[in-house]
């Protein structure tokens, strides 16, 4: 028999080799990793390439693969425990039948006979698993037609194969897994037949994550997971609460669960995802001028092992869209996103649910049965693996700051995972970092008091028009993962031996979700990405009339990089490749500056329209340079300082700081990280140390050192104002006699007064939503106290604290604050 199988190589030989040629003018897989042949750590040892389910198609691609990194051929034969084998390949899931392709039964009999033939010998024989999915190449694009052949979770057959070979030939992904020994896996207590069997489920496991973190899940069981979800006895135990023994009830509550299943869950379509992708691809390259990725290689290091939660900023509706066309060209899993029920409108909303959107309420409130069908189904999805995409601020930054984590989704993701802790959680951080956005004109007209749109297939449409602008570009960082079992450890560590499954909420739930919280929000701001128009904006926007020399510019701008670079506030961060000119021409070519030439120098500014639509774009980078800026601010009125009456400053108004920027620092480390930014300063020569007694000068008056100093104090200014201006109100009415509401409400109109009579008549500067949590933060710091009556109380200190204010603000905008009365009638409304 050998003889005739040794005719049979010598007559197909010249034929595959000529099928092997044709093959690689067409077929071009993308592989990953960019050098497989790293993923072998025994170069000594003998290796063995594992297919899924095989075909002349995957061998070929493999093949060329191999030659081209300096691998062994997958079809040359090799010594291996003292046997010789024909092939370096098997197929796992090997394929029987001509027409009808069916997994053949009883495994893979290659393997099986390897297994055999190792025994306890194992040492020199290294498993390699090879995935190949055609049609599932990032940065490809392809027809309507090409996309029905594209990589799915069914079995096909040689006609669909070989179309998808034709169609996909160049759109091919291609990955190489860390070698696995097989001594590793086979012990030598076990019999052939046992350790065969571990050997298939090991490769199998291995094979369905890696499919599972390149496609996303099998979903052809969706009505199972609907009826899954029925039968989750938190839901029964809720049905029979409020239907009792009535049957009728039962029937009238089973029948409400399932239309609250239809209404929430996703219908995941893969023809629809890459339909949705080439228009998308389309999309971005016609309003961007590029999408600039940082740090997604951690997306690929946790994608085959845990169940990814993304919790990105929410800057735009184009966040939900731009996050999954990542992870597809990346060729990781698309993300189940959490929508609003706002967005289910008639066209939009089933297009957004076969993208992955699962829909819920604004309100859980008064409907117990509902919050438990979403519980249910939030555990069934991360149960089966699938990753989660929702946004914890709740709805779009209207200023550009982070918004206060929501609890809501955290709770439920937390709660969910401590009744069904199958598969580890990851919490990641996303950053989204636009150069304009299609928003921004409704943004400000709802911080000046205008009433939120609601969204609409008509508001959708209007939006269009406007895509055919240059929006710049898009920056999307990935941030420092946050592993859930850890955050569980440090608040609870006994959380795995607490009783559960009741679907009562543990008290120990808050403090988690509280933490993760922070540590999200911390994150997402760690992540940041500096971009050209954020620091024009961080510039122009400190000046009085956002007006400025080119020279100037120039000048502030590189001052501005390299203070980001030498107070680094995290590694995350991504700076531009730009210099100050380029970065000038950028502005000029979105339309964000101007420039009026002079023979003294050309001179740089915006319009005051612009210049209100930058503050959004100031404020995405605001938290980077604040500790620095806020001493900068020390020595605006002052020429003098020592550093330990600089750190009793910087404790004072941190806590406000870190509240309205989430900055990272906890307030011990605030000394420590004043100390780092003088150093800065110093190292810039912004300050001077003087030997004596430790005080810090600023340069001379009048000197260009001087000037960047008060510039970089300027973008600090704001907020102690807003500062300033809520404990004069408080002192100018007394203790005890204003309301939290009514005293955020005068702080608002002083704020818009202040900002229309000295600077620019911005909402950003009177947002009431940064009154409010100011003097939360207030109370929460017992500066200020609620007496029983629920008016808010403070002693003498809270004078002392407005002294401290000359160190920083002019006389003119400190007597305007102190002269401010608000009628009555005019707070009432």
Same mark, same amino acid.
């Given at each position: 028999?050998?003889?005739?199988?040794?005719?049979?190589?010598?007559?197909?030989?010249?034929?595959?080799?000529?099928?092997?040629?044709?093959?690689?003018?067409?077929? &071009?897989?993308?592989?990953?990793?960019?050098?497989?042949?790293?993923?072998?750590?025994?170069?000594?040892?003998?290796?063995?390439?594992?297919?899924?389910?095989?075909?002349?198609?995957?061998?070929?691609?493999?093949?060329?693969?191999?030659?081209?990194?300096?691998?062994?051929?997958?079809?040359?034969?090799?010594?291996?425990?003292?046997?010789?084998?024909?092939?370096?390949?098997?197929?796992?899931?090997?394929?029987?039948?001509?027409?009808?392709?069916?997994?053949?039964?009883?495994?893979?009999?290659?393997?099986?006979?390897?297994?055999?033939?190792?025994?306890?010998?194992?040492?020199?024989?290294?498993?390699?698993?090879?995935?190949?999915?055609?049609?599932?190449?990032?940065?490809?694009?392809?027809?309507?037609?090409?996309?029905?052949?594209?990589?799915?979770?069914?079995?096909?057959?040689?006609?669909?194969?070989?179309?998808?070979?034709?169609?996909?030939?160049?759109?091919?992904?291609?990955?190489?897994?860390?070698?696995?020994?097989?001594?590793?896996?086979?012990?030598?207590?076990?019999?052939?037949?046992?350790?065969?069997?571990?050997?298939?489920?090991?490769?199998?496991?291995?094979?369905?994550?890696?499919?599972?973190?390149?496609?996303?899940?099998?979903?052809?069981? &969706?009505?199972?997971?609907?009826?899954?979800?029925?039968?989750?006895?938190?839901?029964?135990?809720?049905?029979?609460?409020?239907?009792?023994?009535?049957?009728?009830?039962?029937?009238?509550?089973?029948?409400?669960?399932?239309?609250?299943?239809?209404?929430?869950?996703?219908?995941?379509?893969?023809?629809?995802?890459?339909?949705?992708?080439?228009?998308?691809?389309?999309?971005?390259?016609?309003?961007?001028?590029?999408?600039?990725?940082?740090?997604?290689?951690?997306?690929?290091?946790?994608?085959?092992?845990?169940?990814?939660?993304?919790?990105?900023?929410?800057?735009?509706?184009?966040?939900?869209?731009?996050?999954?066309?990542?992870?597809?060209?990346?060729?990781?899993?698309?993300?189940?996103?959490?929508?609003?029920?706002?967005?289910?409108?008639?066209?939009?909303?089933?297009?957004?649910?076969?993208?992955?959107?699962?829909?819920?309420?604004?309100?859980?409130?008064?409907?117990?049965?509902?919050?438990?069908?979403?519980?249910?189904?939030?555990?069934?999805?991360?149960?089966?693996?699938?990753?989660?995409?929702?946004?914890?601020?709740?709805?779009?930054?209207?200023?550009?700051?982070?918004?206060?984590?929501?609890?809501?989704?955290?709770?439920?993701?937390?709660?969910?995972?401590?009744?069904?802790?199958?598969?580890?959680?990851?919490?990641?951080?996303?950053?989204?970092?636009?150069?304009?956005?299609?928003?921004?004109?409704?943004?400000?007209?709802?911080?000046?008091?205008?009433?939120?749109?609601?969204?609409?297939?008509?508001?959708?449409?209007?939006?269009?028009?406007?895509?055919?602008?240059?929006?710049?570009?898009?920056?999307?960082?990935?941030?420092?993962?946050?592993?859930?079992?850890?955050?569980?450890?440090?608040?609870?560590?006994?959380?795995?031996?607490?009783?559960?499954?009741?679907?009562?909420?543990?008290?120990?739930?808050?403090?988690?979700?509280?933490?993760?919280?922070?540590?999200?929000?911390?994150?997402?701001?760690?992540?940041?990405?500096?971009?050209?128009?954020?620091?024009?904006?961080?510039?122009?926007?400190?000046?009085?009339?956002?007006?400025?020399?080119?020279?100037?510019?120039?000048?502030?701008?590189?001052?501005?990089?390299?203070?980001?670079? &030498?107070?680094?506030?995290?590694?995350?961060?991504?700076?531009?490749?730009?210099?100050?000119?380029?970065?000038?021409?950028?502005?000029?070519?979105?339309?964000?500056?101007?420039?009026?030439?002079?023979?003294?120098?050309?001179?740089?500014?915006?319009?005051?329209?612009?210049?209100?639509?930058?503050?959004?774009?100031?404020?995405?980078?605001?938290?980077?340079?604040?500790?620095?800026?806020?001493?900068?601010?020390?020595?605006?009125?002052?020429?003098?300082?020592?550093?330990?009456?600089?750190?009793?400053?910087?404790?004072?108004?941190?806590?406000?700081?870190?509240?309205?920027?989430?900055?990272?620092?906890?307030?011990?480390?605030?000394?420590?990280?004043?100390?780092?930014?003088?150093?800065?300063?110093?190292?810039?020569?912004?300050?001077?140390?003087?030997?004596?007694?430790?005080?810090?000068?600023?340069?001379?008056?009048?000197?260009?050192?001087?000037?960047?100093?008060?510039?970089?104090?300027?973008?600090?200014?704001?907020?102690?104002?807003?500062?300033?201006?809520?404990?004069?109100?408080?002192?100018?009415?007394?203790?005890?006699?204003?309301?939290?509401?009514?005293?955020?409400?005068?702080?608002?109109?002083?704020?818009?007064?202040?900002?229309?009579?000295?600077?620019?008549?911005?909402?950003?500067?009177?947002?009431?939503?940064?009154?409010?949590?100011?003097?939360?933060?207030?109370?929460?710091?017992?500066?200020?106290?609620?007496?029983?009556?629920?008016?808010?109380?403070?002693?003498?200190?809270?004078?002392?604290?407005?002294?401290?204010?000359?160190?920083?603000?002019?006389?003119?905008?400190?007597?305007?604050?102190?002269?401010?009365?608000?009628?009555?009638?005019?707070?009432?409304?």
């Amino acid at each position: 028999m050998l003889w005739l199988m040794d005719i049979a190589k010598f007559i197909l030989r010249p034929l595959y080799w000529l099928t092997g040629k044709v093959f690689g003018i067409w077929a &071009r897989p993308l592989v990953q990793p960019d050098n497989p042949l790293e993923l072998i750590d025994n170069t000594q040892a003998e290796v063995c390439y594992v297919l899924e389910t095989g075909g002349l198609a995957d061998l070929l691609a493999l093949e060329h693969a191999c030659a081209k990194y300096g691998l062994p051929s997958p079809t040359e034969s090799f010594e291996c425990c003292g046997k010789r084998l024909s092939r370096r390949f098997v197929v796992l899931r090997p394929l029987s039948g001509f027409f009808f392709r069916r997994p053949a039964p009883g495994g893979s009999r290659r393997l099986r006979n390897l297994v055999e033939a190792a025994g306890a010998n194992t040492n020199d024989l290294l498993l390699i698993p090879v995935a190949i999915y055609w049609g599932r190449s990032p940065d490809k694009e392809r027809s309507l037609f090409k996309l029905w052949f594209s990589e799915t979770w069914d079995v096909v057959g040689r006609t669909r194969k070989f179309f998808a070979t034709v169609l996909h030939g160049r759109n091919t992904l291609m990955r190489f897994s860390h070698a696995l020994a097989l001594s590793s896996i086979v012990q030598d207590e076990l019999e052939p037949a046992i350790a065969f069997r571990k050997v298939s489920r090991i490769l199998r496991v291995h094979f369905r994550k890696r499919r599972t973190a390149t496609v996303g899940p099998d979903l052809s069981h &969706r009505r199972s997971l609907a009826r899954q979800v029925a039968l989750a006895p938190n839901v029964r135990r809720v049905i029979e609460a409020e239907a009792g023994d009535d049957p009728d009830k039962v029937a009238a509550a089973e029948k409400k669960v399932q239309k609250y299943v239809m209404e929430i869950a996703a219908d995941v379509s893969y023809p629809a995802i890459r339909g949705m992708v080439r228009v998308l691809r389309r999309l971005w390259n016609q309003i961007y001028d590029g999408i600039e990725l940082g740090h997604t290689e951690r997306l690929r290091e946790m994608a085959n092992e845990k169940v990814i939660v993304y919790v990105p900023c929410h800057r735009s509706h184009f966040d939900y869209l731009l996050l999954s066309y990542i992870c597809y060209e990346q060729g990781v899993q698309l993300p189940h996103i959490a929508a609003g029920i706002n967005l289910n409108m008639p066209i939009v909303g089933p297009i957004l649910r076969r993208g992955g959107a699962f829909f819920l309420r604004r309100s859980f409130k008064g409907n117990r049965l509902y919050a438990t069908v979403f519980d249910a189904y939030l555990e069934q999805l991360l149960s089966r693996g699938y990753s989660i995409e929702y946004f914890v601020e709740g709805g779009r930054s209207r200023t550009g700051r982070l918004l206060s984590p929501k609890g809501g989704m955290l709770a439920m993701t937390v709660g969910s995972y401590v009744e069904n802790p199958k598969r580890p959680v990851v919490f990641v951080p996303v950053y989204f970092g636009y150069e304009r956005l299609i928003e921004g004109d409704s943004f400000i007209s709802e911080l000046g008091g205008a009433e939120k749109q609601k969204e609409s297939l008509l508001g959708l449409v209007r939006s269009i028009k406007s895509l055919r602008e240059d929006f710049g570009s898009v920056y999307v960082n990935i941030g420092e993962p946050i592993e859930l079992d850890e955050v569980l450890d440090r608040v609870e560590p006994r959380w795995r031996e607490l009783p559960g499954g009741n679907g009562e909420r543990p008290p120990w739930l808050n403090g988690v979700v509280d933490e993760l919280g922070k540590g999200i929000m911390g994150g997402i701001n760690a992540a940041a990405a500096v971009t050209p128009i954020s620091l024009l904006a961080y510039v122009l926007l400190a000046t009085p009339k956002q007006t400025i020399g080119a020279a100037e510019l120039r000048a502030q701008l590189q001052l501005s990089i390299d203070l980001l670079s &030498r107070f680094r506030y995290s590694d995350s961060v991504t700076m531009p490749d730009l210099g100050p000119d380029e970065i000038i021409a950028h502005g000029e070519k979105l339309n964000v500056i101007s420039r009026t030439t002079h023979p003294m120098g050309d001179v740089i500014h915006m319009a005051e329209k612009t210049a209100v639509l930058l503050t959004y774009f100031r404020n995405n980078i605001l938290h980077l340079l604040a500790v620095p800026a806020a001493v900068a601010c020390c020595f605006i009125q002052g020429r003098q300082l020592s550093h330990s009456e600089l750190q009793r400053l910087l404790n004072l108004i941190y806590p406000y700081m870190a509240k309205e920027l989430c900055l990272k620092w906890r307030d011990d480390e605030v000394d420590k990280v004043t100390t780092e930014a003088i150093d800065a300063l110093v190292g810039q020569g912004l300050l001077m140390r003087k030997r004596r007694k430790g005080d810090l000068n600023r340069p001379r008056a009048g000197s260009a050192q001087a000037y960047q100093l008060m510039m970089l104090g300027q973008s600090m200014v704001p907020m102690l104002q807003r500062f300033y201006l809520v404990i004069a109100i408080l002192v100018q009415h007394g203790s005890g006699t204003l309301s939290r509401v009514r005293l955020e409400r005068m702080c608002e109109l002083s704020a818009q007064r202040l900002s229309m009579i000295y600077g620019l008549h911005s909402p950003d500067f009177f947002n009431k939503t940064l009154f409010h949590d100011f003097i939360r933060k207030m109370q929460d710091k017992d500066v200020i106290r609620r007496n029983s009556g629920g008016l808010l109380g403070f002693d003498e200190d809270l004078v002392g604290i407005g002294t401290d204010a000359r160190l920083v603000l002019g006389e003119e905008i400190r007597h305007s604050i102190l002269s401010l009365t608000v009628p009555e009638e005019q707070v009432d409304q």
